[in-house]
């Protein structure tokens, strides 16, 4: 049977459609959880110098745990371009950058903007990294074997949806987890409007995803909130029967902190505060706090994030790259 241009376009970009689902549920109380931050005062992870691919801005940490090294694959602003780079470290805190990974590919579906704002795991003996790149903003997929080569999926495999739905026009800061059988992206997704929210999508292999019919997770804040100009960079964990997610807000001046829900199923959310759970408290980090990145450990959850000085929803915020530590007691 003959197949459409449209239809096999589809299927090599790892489009499956709509399903209802849930991650496995918890039954967990929020309420009994107690929580305290430890914020370092100074950036881990700075700019690089004039030159190199990410003076402009170094951000969007994602970092994955292996053999016991850090691998942080983050992104980096030369003032044209979003690359993806890779530094390490043996303790989370003292970092050694290793270069730039990947660029945008004028020629493919990615253009000539943006090959970044990724998250990664390790799975099945292999890093893998889903960025954004695109015009509009789609989700592509990288793999590799040793974290200094890879091999690009040759489309997307997280299109943007259909006319009139809510991530029509972009969809992009994916956060990839796993829950049982399945891996979970959360994801920005903008509509016509320009609305920025969050929603979540399913895959088996990382390669073909359905995204939940019910979707987006999470509204922008009401007006005069932190959050009311839009949602991005979501971070997903469980802990004490809780899953948690912190996620970037920003207000109608640009601002951006860090803003923190809560589900028992990972698909119906509620804001644990209507104001902001982390702003920056350092010239550095003064305007921006963005793109959490957690790791669950035995004293907490520990929490890199993007911070800037300047008020920008994308790029030219000096930004550089913090850390801290998210006490999460039950009470």
């Not at 992870?45 to 694959?73: K, M």
């Not at 948690?244 to 803003?259: S, V």
């Amino acid at each position: 049977m003959a197949v459409s241009a449209t239809a096999a376009l589809l299927a090599a970009s790892g489009c499956r459609g709509y399903a209802d689902f849930s991650l496995p549920r918890l039954a967990g109380d929020p309420d009994r959880v107690w929580l305290r931050w430890e914020i370092g005062s100074e950036p881990v992870l700075r700019r690089g110098e004039e030159g190199a691919w990410d003076r402009v801005d170094a951000l969007n940490p994602s970092v994955v745990r292996h053999n016991g090294q850090y691998f942080n694959f983050y992104s980096g602003f030369d003032g044209k371009s979003w690359h993806t780079g890779l530094a390490t470290s043996g303790d989370g805190r003292s970092w050694e950058k290793k270069g730039r990974l990947l660029s945008p590919d004028p020629k493919s579906w990615e253009g000539n903007y943006i090959a970044a704002n990724g998250s990664a795991l390790r799975r099945n003996g292999r890093f893998l990294y889903w960025y954004q790149a695109g015009e509009p903003p789609r989700i592509g997929l990288a793999q590799s074997l040793d974290s200094r080569n890879w091999r690009k999926e040759p489309y997307p495999v997280l299109p943007t949806g259909p006319n009139g739905s809510w991530d029509e026009r972009g969809v992009a800061d994916p956060y990839v987890v796993e829950a049982g059988e399945h891996l979970y992206m959360y994801y920005l997704g903008q509509d016509r409007a320009r609305r920025q929210r969050l929603g979540v999508a399913r895959s088996s292999d990382g390669l073909r995803w359905q995204k939940l019919r019910q979707n987006p997770l999470l509204e922008m804040g009401a007006p005069g909130a932190f959050d009311e100009n839009g949602l991005g960079e979501p971070a997903v964990w469980v802990l004490h029967g809780v899953y948690w997610m912190l996620y970037t807000g920003r207000d109608r001046g640009e601002a951006r902190r860090l803003g923190l829900a809560w589900s028992r199923d990972g698909v119906r959310w509620t804001r644990y505060s209507e104001t902001a759970f982390l702003a920056g408290q350092e010239a550095w980090n003064s305007k921006v706090v963005c793109d959490p990145e957690v790791e669950v450990t035995g004293s907490g959850v520990r929490v890199w994030f993007g911070g800037g000085a300047v008020a920008h929803p994308a790029d030219n915020i000096n930004g550089e790259i913090g850390l801290a530590m998210l006490h999460m007691e039950s009470r």
